[in-house]
Antibody, heavy 113, light 112 residues
Framework: VQLVESGGGLVQPGKSLKLSCSAS????????MHWIRQAPGKGLDWVAY???????VYADAVKGRFTISRDNAKNTLYLQLNSLKSEDTAIYYC????????WGQGVMVTVSS | DVVLTQTPPTLSATIGQSVSISCRSS???????????LNWLLQRPGQPPQLLIY???RLESGVPNRFSGSGSGTDFTLKISGVEAEDLGVYYC?????????FGAGTKLELK
């Protein structure tokens, strides 16, 4: 099992970014997937979840600004980040399943002018 | 949202010492399907978190059996029976019974 995030970087407040999580080594379409973030020096903060049937749930802090999606044909999970704020600065991880059994290495998103 | 309260926030241990971490939930984590979705993760410095225990007490494959989980309802405990140097890092409990999922604030295990 491997999860590889990409798409991070430095972005100005109010701008957008799209993160990807490429999955391999398992049947991606069979699993719900999460995005979790970790601000510098802080704890883990759950962001969003998409079920195997594409139902979605969001944390209140990102609802209406972030969109989680998946492309089962490409074995890829996405997170569209809009209207970014400085407090969204964090490492963003994707993780698999109800038990968070596999994690990617994470991708850094820095929101700053 | 469910609040998970982890104690202590910091734990100092010597090699070989047994330690416990508590995770208390603001709501019962018993799902209507009979499962309790409470997991324990370890994050070593500079690394992503890794799963240690799932469904309260089930040891993830490859995790040493000095780690054990127990509890029910709202009170859960992770025990390390004989701390080793590789166990240092931050331990998190996470619940996936209720949406949104939530994490505890973490317990940092340090060497005394």
């Amino acid at each position: 099992v491997q999860l590889v995030e990409s798409g991070g970087g430095l972005v100005q407040p109010g701008k957008s970014l799209k993160l990807s999580c490429s999955a391999s080594g398992f049947t991606f379409s069979s699993y719900g997937m999460h995005w979790i973030r970790q601000a510098p020096g802080k704890g883990l903060d759950w962001v969003a979840y998409i079920s195997s049937s594409s139902g979605t749930v969001y944390a209140d802090a990102v609802k209406g600004r972030f969109t989680i999606s998946r492309d089962n044909a490409k074995n890829t999970l996405y997170l569209q980040l809009n209207s970014l704020k400085s407090e969204d600065t964090a490492i963003y991880y994707c993780a698999r399943g109800y038990n968070y059994g596999y994690w990617g290495q994470g991708v850094m998103v820095t929101v700053s002018s | 949202d469910v609040v998970l309260t982890q104690t202590p926030p910091t734990l100092s241990a010597t090699i070989g010492q047994s330690v416990s971490i508590s995770c208390r939930s603001s709501q019962s984590l018993l799902h209507s399907n009979g499962n309790t979705y409470l997991n324990w993760l370890l994050q070593r410095p500079g690394q992503p978190p890794q799963l240690l225990i799932y469904l309260v007490s089930r040891l993830e494959s490859g995790v040493p059996n000095r780690f054990s989980g127990s509890g029910s309802g709202t009170d859960f405990t992770l025990k390390i029976s004989g701390v080793e140097a590789e166990d240092l890092g931050v331990y998190y409990c996470v619940q996936s019974t209720h949406a949104p999922n939530t994490f505890g604030a973490g317990t940092k295990l340090e060497l005394k």
